[in-house]
C-alpha cells in the first residue's frame, strides 16, 4: 500500500536537505504547464522551502488554451513567478535554421527552449531548476531529452501518476488542477491517447509486475527499453591513462 502521507512528507524533508547541502539560501525555480506534475512539485517546494524562495515560470508558446490553470496555481501558491512567451525565439530559430526541420525536432525544440529558459531565469535569481517528471512518464521515455527530462533536482522521478495525485491532494491542490486530463503540450493529443494505454494501466505493472493485456505488456516493455538512454549519462570513452589529481 502507498502511504501518500509519509512519502510527501519524506520528499519535502530531502527538497530541504538538498538546498542544505546544494545552495543553502538558493531558490526552487519551477516551469509551470498548468498540469499536475509542476504544480505538485511547485507546491512541494513551497511546503519545504517557503512560498518565498518559489519563483514559478509559465512559458507558452504563443496561445496556450490552459494557462488559466498555470495562473491558477500559481495565485493558489502566492509564489512569484514570471511569464515568458516562447514563440519568437521559436520561429526565429526556424527561420535561421537552412533546411526545414523534421517532425520530431519541431515537436522537442520547445521543451528545450523552456529549459534555456527556466536555467536563464534560475542563474539570475540564485536558484535550482526543478525537474518536474514523474516515474510513469519516464519508464516510457514520455520527456524531451534535454528538455523537460533535466533539471538540478528531482522530487518525483520515482512516484508514479496515481501515487502523485494521492500527494497532490494531500497538498491541498485544486482538484482541477490534481486531476486534470494530461496532454502533453506538444500536440495537443492526450498523453494516454499518444501512448496508447493508461495510466492506471502502466502504474499497475510498474509497480506490481501485473498487466492484463499482452499486447500493451509488449508496447510499454518496447518503450521503455528504447527509451532508457534518456534517463542515463551520456557515454564517454575513458582511456587506459591514469588520473592521479
Not at 126 to 148: F, I, K, M, P, Q
Request: aromatic share 6%; proline share 4%.
Amino acid at each position: 500500500m502507498f502511504d501518500a502521507l509519509k512519502v510527501k512528507n519524506e520528499c519535502v524533508q530531502w527538497i530541504r536537505d538538498f538546498f542544505e547541502e546544494n545552495g543553502k539560501g538558493c531558490n526552487a525555480v519551477v516551469g509551470i504547464s498548468g498540469g499536475k506534475d509542476s504544480s505538485i512539485v511547485a507546491a512541494l517546494c513551497v511546503e519545504a522551502l517557503g512560498k518565498d524562495r518559489v519563483i514559478g515560470v509559465l512559458m507558452p508558446n504563443g496561445e496556450q488554451t490552459d494557462i488559466d490553470m498555470a495562473k491558477l496555481l500559481v495565485n493558489h501558491l502566492g509564489i512569484k513567478h514570471y511569464i515568458v512567451n516562447i514563440k519568437d525565439t521559436i520561429d526565429a530559430i526556424h527561420k535561421s535554421i537552412p533546411f526545414e526541420l523534421s517532425e520530431q525536432s519541431v515537436t522537442n525544440l520547445p521543451p528545450r527552449i523552456r529549459m534555456s529558459t527556466l536555467y536563464a531565469v534560475s542563474q539570475s535569481h540564485n536558484g535550482r531548476v526543478a525537474n518536474t517528471c514523474n516515474l510513469s512518464e519516464d519508464w516510457v521515455g514520455y520527456s524531451t531529452r534535454y528538455g523537460d527530462s533535466v533539471g538540478d533536482f528531482s522530487p518525483c522521478s520515482n512516484i508514479t501518476v496515481q501515487e502523485m495525485k494521492q500527494i497532490g491532494s494531500l497538498l491541498g491542490l485544486p482538484d482541477v488542477l490534481v486531476n486534470k486530463v494530461p496532454i502533453d503540450g506538444l500536440c495537443g493529443q492526450t498523453d494516454e491517447d499518444k501512448l496508447g494505454f493508461t495510466y492506471a494501466t502502466l502504474d499497475k505493472y510498474i509497480r506490481t509486475g501485473e498487466i492484463e493485456n499482452p499486447e500493451t505488456k509488449e508496447r510499454i516493455d518496447r518503450l521503455h527499453r528504447i527509451n532508457k538512454f534518456k534517463l542515463e549519462l551520456m557515454p564517454s570513452f575513458n582511456p587506459d591513462i591514469e588520473v592521479k589529481a
